[in-house]
C-alpha cells in the first residue's frame, strides 16, 4: 500500500463547476501538507501549503485537512480553463522531513 | 528573476550511453533534489544534497550519479546501468527547514524529458 493515495482521474468538469481534488493517506505523523500544480511539460508549482488539520482558502482555492480521516481535499470554485492542468498532494512529517507525493490527478475544464 | 534551470529540455540516449542533466538555481537555496516522474506514478526522489560535497541517495537512486560542487548547480548524470531511463526529470531546492522558516518548501525547475532510443 503506498503511503499517499491519489484518484490519478482523469477528470473533466465544464467551466464554472467546483472541482473537489482528494488524496488519502496511511501515517498519521504527516503533519504537512501541500498541493502542486503542474501544467504540462513544466514542474509543479506550490499552490497551498497547510501545516496540521483545517482549512486554508487563498482566492478560489481551498485547501482542507482532517488528520482524524487521514485525509486531505483541494476544492477550486468556479474553475476555468486555466485550471486544467495536474495536481498533485504532497506531505512530510517534520519539517525537515522528505516530500511524499501522491499519483497526481489530471484536471480538464471545458469551456 | 530567481528561479531554477534545467537543460536541455529534451534529450534522446542510445541504449548504453551515460546522459548528464543539468540544473542551476539562483535562489540561494542550500538543498537540491532530483525527482523521477513516470505516469501514475507521481514524483519520486532519486537524490538530494543538504550542503555542498554532500548528497544523500533517495529512493529510487540505482543507476543515477550525482554531484555537488558548487551551491548553486546539482548535476544527474543517468548511466547505463539504468534499466528504464525514459522519464521526466525534475531538479528542486529549498532553504533548509529550520524552527524558525518553517517546513521547506520546494521550488522546482521545468523539467527534462530523456528517451532512450
Known sequence: QKEVE????????????????NCTYSNS?????MWYR??????PELLMYTYSSGNKEDGRFTAQVDKSSKYISLFIRDS???????YLCAMKY?????????????????? | DGGITQSPKYLFRKEGQNVTLSCEQNLNHDAMYWYRQDPGQGLRLIYY??????FQKGDIAEGYSVSREKKESFPLTV???????????????????????????????????????
Open chain 1, 6 to 21: 491519489q484518484d490519478p482521474g482523469p477528470l473533466s468538469v465544464p467551466e464554472g463547476a467546483i472541482v473537489s481534488l
Open chain 2, 49 to 54: 544534497s543538504q550542503i555542498v560535497n554532500d
Open chain 1, 94 to 111: 517534520n519539517q525537515g522531513g522528505k516530500l511524499i507525493f501522491g499519483q497526481g490527478t489530471e484536471l480538464s475544464v471545458k469551456p
Open chain 1, 80 to 86: 476555468q480553463p486555466s485550471d486544467s492542468a495536474t
Open chain 2, 79 to 117: 548511466t547505463s546501468a539504468q534499466k528504464n531511463p525514459t522519464a521526466f526529470y525534475l531538479c528542486a531546492s529549498s532553504m533548509v527547514a529550520t524552527p524558525r522558516s518553517g517546513a521547506n518548501v520546494l521550488t522546482f525547475g521545468a523539467g527534462s524529458r530523456l528517451t532512450v532510443l
Open chain 1, 38 to 43: 503542474q501544467y504540462s511539460r513544466k514542474g
Open chain 1, 29 to 33: 505523523a504527516f503533519q504537512y501538507f
